[in-house]
């Protein structure tokens, strides 16, 4: 089975630090890939950055990052310089062999200190 | 506006009635899914479409449930004689997914602001 855990409840950040969000995975397929999403307060789920399984190297997005460690099966997102903006619901997700559906976390609530 | 649009973005019902939600994707987008998020929790996946066709249902789909795309382009949600249960945030999102069935892992999916279902 294929599953997605966030421990982190609920995050909070000083503005202008970096933050580390968690996330483990769990799948038996090889071949996967490992999404994060930002939802703010509006609902709407804006896609943040991917990593597969097979990249050498973790992905950046700007001042986001994966911290992708395949052995520990751990896919962190790394947000630098953190902004007020930034505050919001985050979703760490996988897609894993052909099929079409992400499976979603349970979400990690970031907020951040002026 | 050219993102993924939902209607309408609130509803409320009575127990036991049924209730329809549209889901329009971004114009060149060949897939469409349909998730349901409750509060404080990730979504779920309920159901996908390539195309008219349906791909995959999640168990959550219960018979009261339906969903449709007849022409390959918007589509509908269906809760037929609503429970208190089905009170959920229903998202849309659409993808486009091109012949290279390799890229199927980095398929990002856009989503909608989504419909808030509240049943009384």
């Known amino acids: 089975a294929q599953k997605i855990t966030q421990t982190q409840p609920g995050m909070f950040v000083q503005e202008k630090e970096a933050v580390t969000l968690d996330c483990t995975y769990d799948?038996?397929?090889?071949?996967?890939?490992l999404f994060w999403y930002k939802q703010p307060s509006s609902g709407e789920m804006i896609f943040l950055i991917y990593?597969?399984?097979?990249?050498?190297q973790n992905a950046t997005e700007g001042r986001y990052s994966l911290n992708f460690q395949k052995a520990r099966k751990s896919a962190n997102l790394v947000i630098s310089a953190s902004q007020l903006g930034d505050s919001a619901m985050y979703f760490c997700?996988?897609?894993?062999?052909?099929?079409?559906?992400?499976?979603f976390g349970q979400g990690t609530t970031l907020q951040v200190k002026p | 506006d050219t993102g993924v649009s939902q209607d309408p973005r609130h509803k409320i019902t009575k127990r036991g009635q049924n209730v329809t939600f549209r889901c329009d994707p971004i114009?060149?987008?060949?897939?469409l899914y349909w998730y349901r998020q409750t509060l404080g929790q990730g979504p779920e996946f309920l159901t996908y479409?390539?195309?008219?066709?349906?791909?995959?249902k999640s168990r959550l789909l219960s018979d009261r449930f339906s969903a449709e795309r007849p022409k390959g382009s918007f589509s509908t949600l269906e809760i037929q004689r609503t429970e208190q249960g089905d009170s959920a945030m229903y998202l849309c999102?659409?993808?486009?997914?091109?012949?290279?069935?390799?890229?199927?892992?980095?398929?990002?999916?856009?989503f909608g602001s989504g419909t808030q279902l509240s049943v009384l």
């Open positions: 997700a996988m897609r894993a062999g052909n099929t079409g559906k992400l499976i």
């Open positions: 990593q597969g399984s097979y990249d050498q």
């Open positions: 999102a659409s993808s486009f997914m091109g012949p290279e069935r390799t890229r199927v892992l980095v398929e990002k999916l856009f």
């Open positions: 799948t038996s397929d090889p071949s996967y890939g």
């Open positions: 114009s060149e987008h060949n897939r």
């Open positions: 479409f390539q195309n008219e066709a349906q791909l995959e």
